[in-house]
């Protein structure tokens, strides 16, 4: 019988890497579409309606903008970045059951969504599904190239599906349902490229960083730092000069490709070619708003954030008044004022144009030390991702850098250290956390499963057998 089994196994891992993927992204939909299954019908929340908004009036007039009121002209705007809404847009063209429930949802006040708009959503979540699913693919593709190991691969597709995150997004309507299957392509390129040399995987890592841009702009920002990054590592490691400007050029024309015709567009339309108007103010205002802890709910909150078990930790170990304000569900919590904290900074701006300014030079630099203190706190928020999954994964994760770092594994360190500075610029700029955080689940449990694999390999070294 013990036999038998690992003949089975020997075929299966005697498979083509094609047919692993295509199983990889079977499974994956199908265990997303179980989501679809029992949350069919959940409508857009007051987050998403902006989205929503930007998406109806695409479909309808082909202007990316938004209007007052469901009778209003629609107005340009560059407010949002334009992909997530486009592809809603492009799904809507396809279904004309989803096009009208959008367009009900659009306007209507939430009470009166519930009873009156339709939620024929089905379909669009299954989409979605299928759009996640290129998490686990990307996820079994890293740790393949990695590990050479098919077994390790299928190890990290287990830890991905396990977190449980990515099945939250798929009847939502998030960005994220973009952002991760991008970020863990992004992943997966940084890898080969770092393996291989080869430029074309230079050129696709620079345009999947435009693609994120255009879901989120603060995804610019590790653009230019991978840009620098790099540029530099083919330098060093070609030792010569000119390889810095070879890569740059490779990563910069691609990356243009993708952003170049928003870039256009913005600046036909608002003499400017910025990704967005007073998108990254209002993320930043967000997260200003969490400058009012007090010491003992900063000091709290690094067990209040623990991963699934902090709450219950803290409510246990503090008085109510340490940890109430941290509380989601809190009628007066922090949670519950961002929102207007956001909208009183920018009356005080005066023009949504003046926001971010008037958000750097009145309450960002004056109260730059206590905003240090709480970035650290959002950093140890940050890293908890998945709840309890994390307690366990995070550590091996991180344990399993230390030793790609004494290694000089470039291709796992540069990668993790693109993780890390994401988190540090999330943790600098935003509040949504731990919606932020779900892109570093494919590279966790990628390294947790290359440890595993190394564990299992040197138990078999020490009890006499040949390694598998």
Same mark, same amino acid.
């Given at each position: 019988? $013990? #036999?038998?089994?690992?003949?089975?196994?020997?075929?299966? *891992?005697?498979?083509?890497?094609?047919?692993?993927?295509?199983?990889?992204?079977?499974?994956?939909?199908?265990?997303?579409?179980? /989501?679809?299954?029992?949350?069919?019908?959940?409508?857009?929340?007051?987050?998403?309606?902006?989205?929503?908004?930007?998406?109806?009036?695409?479909?309808? #007039?082909?202007?990316?903008?938004?209007?007052?009121? $469901?009778?209003?002209?629609?107005?340009? /705007? @560059?407010?949002?970045?334009?992909?997530? /809404?486009?592809?809603?847009?492009?799904? @809507? /063209?396809?279904?004309?059951?989803?096009?009208?429930?959008?367009?009900?949802?659009?306007?209507?006040?939430?009470?009166?969504?519930?009873?009156?708009?339709?939620?024929?959503?089905?379909?669009?979540?299954?989409?979605?599904?299928?759009?996640?699913?290129?998490?686990?693919?990307?996820?079994?593709?890293?740790?393949?190239?990695?590990?050479?190991?098919?077994?390790?691969?299928?190890?990290?597709?287990?830890?991905?599906?396990?977190?449980?995150?990515?099945?939250?997004?798929?009847?939502?309507?998030?960005?994220?349902?973009?952002?991760?299957?991008? =970020?863990?392509?992004?992943?997966?390129?940084?890898?080969?490229?770092?393996?291989?040399?080869?430029?074309?995987?230079?050129?696709?890592?620079?345009?999947?960083?435009?693609?994120?841009?255009?879901?989120?702009?603060?995804?610019?920002?590790? =653009?230019?730092?991978?840009?620098?990054?790099?540029?530099?590592?083919?330098?060093?490691?070609?030792?010569?000069?000119?390889?810095?400007?070879?890569?740059?050029?490779?990563?910069?024309?691609?990356?243009?490709?993708?952003?170049?015709?928003? @870039?256009?567009?913005?600046?036909?339309?608002?003499?400017?070619? %910025?990704?967005?108007?007073?998108?990254?103010?209002?993320?930043?205002?967000?997260?200003?708003?969490?400058?009012?802890?007090?010491?003992?709910?900063?000091?709290?909150?690094?067990?209040?954030?623990?991963?699934?078990?902090?709450? *219950?930790?803290?409510?246990?170990?503090?008085?109510?008044?340490?940890?109430?304000?941290?509380?989601?569900?809190?009628?007066?919590?922090?949670?519950?004022?961002?929102?207007?904290?956001?909208?009183?900074?920018?009356?005080?701006?005066?023009?949504?144009?003046?926001?971010?300014?008037?958000?750097? *030079?009145?309450?960002?630099?004056?109260?730059?030390?206590?905003?240090? &203190?709480?970035?650290?706190?959002?950093?140890?928020?940050?890293?908890?991702?998945?709840?309890?999954?994390?307690?366990?994964?995070?550590?091996?994760?991180?344990?399993?850098?230390?030793?790609?770092?004494?290694?000089?594994?470039?291709?796992?360190?540069?990668? @993790?250290?693109?993780?890390?500075?994401?988190?540090?610029? =999330?943790?600098?700029?935003? %509040?949504?956390?731990?919606?932020? &955080?779900?892109?570093?689940?494919?590279?966790?449990?990628?390294?947790?499963?290359?440890?595993?694999?190394?564990? =299992?390999?040197?138990?078999?070294?020490?009890?006499?057998?040949?390694?598998?």
């Amino acid at each position: 019988m $013990e #036999n038998s089994l690992k003949h089975q196994w020997m075929r299966f *891992d005697g498979w083509p890497v094609s047919s692993h993927l295509w199983l990889v992204i079977l499974i994956g939909f199908l265990v997303f579409s179980v /989501s679809v299954w029992r949350h069919g019908d959940r409508a857009p929340d007051a987050e998403a309606i902006g989205v929503v908004q930007h998406a109806v009036a695409l479909h309808q #007039n082909f202007t990316f903008g938004y209007a007052k009121s $469901e009778s209003a002209a629609t107005k340009p /705007s @560059m407010f949002l970045p334009p992909l997530q /809404s486009t592809v809603i847009a492009g799904v @809507m /063209s396809l279904d004309q059951n989803l096009a009208q429930s959008l367009q009900c949802h659009a306007w209507a006040s939430q009470d009166k969504a519930t009873t009156t708009c339709a939620t024929a959503y089905r379909p669009f979540f299954l989409v979605q599904a299928l759009i996640l699913s290129l998490v686990p693919f990307f996820a079994w593709l890293m740790a393949w190239q990695l590990s050479g190991k098919k077994a390790i691969a299928w190890s990290s597709v287990v830890l991905v599906l396990l977190s449980g995150r990515q099945a939250y997004y798929v009847t939502s309507f998030s960005d994220n349902v973009f952002i991760l299957p991008l =970020f863990a392509a992004l992943l997966f390129t940084l890898v080969v490229t770092l393996q291989s040399r080869y430029w074309l995987w230079i050129i696709a890592t620079g345009l999947v960083c435009g693609l994120l841009a255009l879901t989120q702009p603060i995804f610019a920002w590790i =653009f230019y730092a991978l840009l620098v990054m790099l540029s530099y590592w083919r330098a060093t490691d070609g030792q010569n000069s000119r390889y810095f400007w070879q890569t740059a050029a490779q990563l910069v024309v691609p990356y243009l490709l993708v952003t170049g015709p928003w @870039m256009w567009r913005n600046y036909w339309a608002f003499d400017t070619t %910025a990704l967005t108007d007073g998108y990254i103010a209002s993320m930043l205002a967000e997260r200003l708003a969490w400058n009012v802890m007090n010491g003992l709910e900063l000091a709290v909150s690094f067990v209040w954030w623990l991963g699934g078990i902090g709450p *219950d930790l803290a409510s246990a170990a503090y008085p109510q008044e340490a940890w109430q304000r941290l509380d989601p569900a809190a009628a007066g919590g922090i949670h519950a004022s961002v929102t207007e904290y956001s909208r009183q900074t920018l009356i005080a701006a005066g023009s949504l144009k003046n926001h971010l300014s008037y958000l750097l *030079d009145a309450e960002l630099w004056p109260g730059i030390g206590k905003h240090l &203190s709480v970035t650290l706190a959002f950093i140890w928020r940050g890293l908890w991702v998945g709840g309890i999954w994390s307690l366990l994964a995070v550590p091996l994760a991180i344990a399993f850098t230390a030793v790609s770092i004494s290694r000089r594994r470039t291709d796992i360190t540069m990668p @993790m250290s693109t993780c890390g500075l994401m988190l540090l610029m =999330f943790a600098f700029v935003s %509040a949504d956390l731990p919606a932020n &955080s779900d892109i570093y689940i494919p590279m966790i449990s990628v390294l947790v499963a290359m440890l595993a694999g190394e564990w =299992f390999r040197h138990n078999q070294i020490t009890d006499g057998q040949e390694p598998v």
